[in-house]
């Protein structure tokens, strides 16, 4: 059975797909398999993960718009983890979508014909609270929220919570908040401890105690098209993400119940 969780903050620059392509190739050094969907139109997880996206035969677009079975879109990546990749295709959905039946769930019934092969699904979804994150947020069990400890992250969360808590109340009751990860991460800053301490007592132990700190090396590996750990696997942010797959792992070992039979696998 697949966990499955989205990526998701309406904000964009806060570490979302560094998030994505990061944890799945750390996951995938736990010996787990994970299928990454890139569901933002700007295919950065797409091109992070060394897949071209101007030579896409076949993308999310296709399995979102045209119901194409998701295994015909996969393709495998040279980081040991599945990619469902993405293009600029992907912003004509978005429009397409509006006027289709069962809108807001075209990804989670596309992820019924997937055989479970994998043990973690993870979609990176838009900086927007689109169509798109909608269709991620119908298909999750959880949200994983990245954020930069800065002042007004915490305004936009309220917001993300909000569309979390409409989408359980229609489309989505198993949706739950996965954890709330702090990026870009810098204890030196007092802001950012003020950001973390609110953030402790509102989400308790859905903030990760792993926090990912400002590290040039993630940054770069996106121009070579792998993950941190394969860039530099020494680097502080390779071994930040590598930290919160364990932190992950371990949470879901002590409650399986999170790892339940869920909406995508009907
Ligand atoms: P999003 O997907 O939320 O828009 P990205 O993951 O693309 O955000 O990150 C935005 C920019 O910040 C990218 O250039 C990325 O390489 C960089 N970045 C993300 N996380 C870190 C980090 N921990 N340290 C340094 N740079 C980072
Ligand atoms: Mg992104």
């Known amino acids: 059975m697949s966990n499955i969780f989205a ?4 904000k964009g620059g806060v570490g979302k797909t560094t998030t994505c392509v990061n944890l799945a190739a750390s996951l995938v050094a736990s010996k787990r398999r994970v299928l990454l969907i890139d569901l933002d139109p700007q295919g950065n997880a797409t091109m992070g993960s ?12 296709d399995v979102l718009a045209s119901e194409l079975p998701p ?20 912003s004509a959905a978005e429009v397409e979508l509006l006027e289709m039946d069962g809108r807001e769930a075209r990804l989670r019934r596309a992820l019924r014909y997937l055989d479970g092969g994998h043990d ?44 979390i808590t409409q989408i359980q109340r229609a489309a989505n009751p198993e949706l739950r908040i996965e954890g709330i990860l702090r990026t870009m991460y810098d204890p030196r800053n007092s802001l950012t401890n003020d950001v973390s301490e609110q953030l402790s007592e509102y989400f308790g132990e859905r ?17 070579f098209g792998v993950p941190a750990l394969e860039y530099d696997r020494h680097s502080k942010g390779a071994i930040a993400y590598l930290a919160l797959a364990g932190e992950m792992t ?15 696998q009907g």
Not at 73 to 90: K, R
Not at 207 to 223: D, G, M, Q, W
């Open 71 to 90: 295994n015909k879109a996969i393709v495998p990546t040279s980081s040991g983890y599945d990619l469902m990749p993405a293009n600029g295709d992907l």
């Open 7 to 10: 990526v998701a903050n309406q």
């Open 120 to 163: 973690y699904i993870v979609v990176d979804c838009p900086p927007s609270l689109n169509m798109l994150t909608v269709n991620a947020l119908c298909a999750a069990h959880g949200v994983l929220i990245p954020m930069q400890c800065e002042y007004y992250a915490l305004e936009g969360l309220s917001a993300l919570v909000d569309t």
């Open 250 to 264: 371990r949470r879901h070992a002590a409650n399986p119940s999170t790892t339940n039979s869920g909406p995508g």
């Open 50 to 61: 060394g897949i071209d996206k101007s030579e896409l035969q076949l993308s999310s677009y």
């Open 207 to 223: 903030l990760y105690r792993t926090c990912i700190p400002r590290n040039v090396r993630l940054a770069e590996a996106p121009s």
